[in-house]
């Protein structure tokens, strides 16, 4: 398995600009997290999905953070309009909450940067 | 939701065992304690997870006591590729949210 994938891995935009990043979780992981690193704030819970259902989205900042999960293979995280303070890593997770494994993969995350 | 402490930093030297210890208080009696390996640029890698006594995986060892209200990860023999960050974690698997709330983490520097 090639694991979570993310992209793009590095995005630089302008402030006022919209700004999508992607995942593709693990086939037949049921949980698909997002999350935000900074150096301030360290890794914040954005927002978790349950078999492609939002179950918690209170880590989302504000009204210009929006996440989907479309089908089981694939998730969006939109900014929209972008400010320099949403520069971060964003880091994508997935996961199957089975008896034997509680662990969760991540993705090698997004930097996005925001001038 | 159980909180954690961990110290800020630890140095050690290639070939000695690190003991990195977490503090959880409040843990509950469903919660599990999971530890988490960053290294810069990368996501977090799940290491090792418990309940209670000890866990053995191939990468480390956990060691909680019978009150549960704080776990030691065990690296044995480090090298400096262990350089990194690690996290502990505790929550309850009922709640997959709950599970994933990060605290400040240790950085740990490994030097030669």
């Known amino acids: 398995d090639a694991g979570v994938i993310q992209s793009p891995r590095h995005e630089v935009t302008e402030m006022g600009q919209e700004v999508t990043l992607r995942c593709k979780p693990i086939?037949?992981?049921?949980?698909l997290f997002w999350y935000r690193q900074t150096m301030m704030r360290g890794l914040e819970l954005l927002i978790y999905?349950?078999?492609?259902?939002?179950?918690?989205d209170s880590g989302m900042p504000e009204d210009r953070f929006s996440a989907k999960m479309p089908n089981a293979s694939f998730s969006t995280l939109k900014i929209q309009p972008s400010e320099p303070r949403d520069s971060a890593v964003y880091f994508c997770?997935?996961?199957?909450?089975?008896?034997?494994?509680?662990?969760?993969?991540f993705g090698s995350g997004t930097r996005l940067t925001v001038v | 939701l159980a909180k954690t402490t961990q110290p800020i930093s630890m140095d050690s030297y290639e070939g000695q065992e690190v003991n990195i210890t977490c503090s959880h208080n409040?843990?509950?009696?469903?919660?599990?304690i999971t530890w988490y390996q960053q290294f810069p640029s990368q996501g977090p890698r799940f290491i090792i997870q418990?309940?209670?006594t000890k866990v053995t995986n191939e990468v480390a060892s956990l060691f909680i006591p019978a009150d549960r209200k704080s776990s030691t990860l065990s690296l044995p023999r480090v090298s400096l590729s262990d350089t990194a960050v690690y996290y502990c974690?505790?929550?309850?698997?009922?709640?997959?949210?709950?599970?994933?709330?990060f605290g400040g983490g240790t950085r740990l520097m490994v030097k030669p």
């Open positions: 974690l505790v929550g309850d698997h009922n709640n997959a949210g709950n599970m994933l709330t």
């Open positions: 086939s037949g992981h049921d949980y």
């Open positions: 997770a997935s996961s199957m909450l089975t008896e034997a494994n509680y662990g969760y993969t």
């Open positions: 999905f349950n078999n492609n259902v939002p179950i918690d």
């Open positions: 418990g309940y209670k």
């Open positions: 409040n843990i509950a009696t469903n919660d599990y």
